[in-house]
């Protein structure tokens, strides 16, 4: 069966730490994949996509970056963290979405 | 990307049938319809999609006008578990957008 892991489920990090978010799939082979952000009572915004290995989209200019360094792998960096950078990271294939990261950023 | 209009909110009492409406004017010809739901604090759910024809699932129908300038969802007996924000987005590449949805509130 297809499944998507994300983790960790909550993170709190201090302002100008770095961070790292990852993301796999199973299941399936040279899938696309995303990268979401929800802040807190707004709407999901596409931040990354990445159609391969080493190919990545962005949709928005900001504090973060994806890396793809594995075919079911996808990674959300940033190597400061802002209070802005607060918010709800989902990773995302095809029609499937992660359980999503809650990062604090404090 | 096509543009989308859904009410900002709805109301429904529970074990009643719920519509939820999309405008999708500017639809392109092979953009899918797809259908998606946010309960609170999880990510989002898949629920259904169509091109043309009307689809029905275990969880939901979806009925496309025949311009397929709009779509509705209809949810055949809400229930306390179907209260979340509901995205209707059209879809042709491979990115999906979501836009403000509808948030529905299912009252006991």
């Known amino acids: 069966s297809q499944t998507i892991h994300q983790w960790p489920a909550t993170l709190v990090q201090p302002v100008g730490s770095p961070l790292s978010l990852e993301c796999t799939v199973e299941?399936?082979?040279?899938?696309?994949l995303y990268w979401y952000r929800q802040a807190a009572g707004r709407g999901l915004q596409l931040l990354f996509y990445s159609v391969g290995i080493g190919q990545i989209s962005s949709e928005v200019p900001q504090n973060l970056s994806a890396s793809r360094p594995q075919d079911r792998q996808f990674i959300l960096s940033s190597k400061k963290l802002l209070l802005s950078d607060s918010g709800f990271y989902l990773c995302?294939?095809?029609?499937?979405f992660g359980s999503g990261t809650r990062l604090t950023v404090v | 990307d096509a543009k989308t209009t859904q009410p900002n909110s709805m109301e429904s009492n529970e074990e009643e049938p719920v519509h939820l409406p999309c405008n999708h004017s500017t639809i392109s010809g092979t953009d899918y319809i797809h259908w998606y739901r946010q309960l609170p604090s999880q990510g989002p759910e898949y629920v259904i999609h169509g091109l043309t024809s009307n689809v029905n699932n275990r969880m939901a129908s979806l009925a496309i006008a025949e311009d397929r300038k709009s779509s509705t969802l209809i949810l055949h007996r809400a229930t306390l578990r179907d209260a979340a924000v509901y995205y209707c987005i059209p879809r042709g590449g491979f990115k999906t957008i979501f836009g403000a949805g509808t948030r529905l509130f299912v009252k006991a």
């Open positions: 995302a294939w095809g029609y499937t």
């Open positions: 299941g399936t082979s040279n899938p696309n």
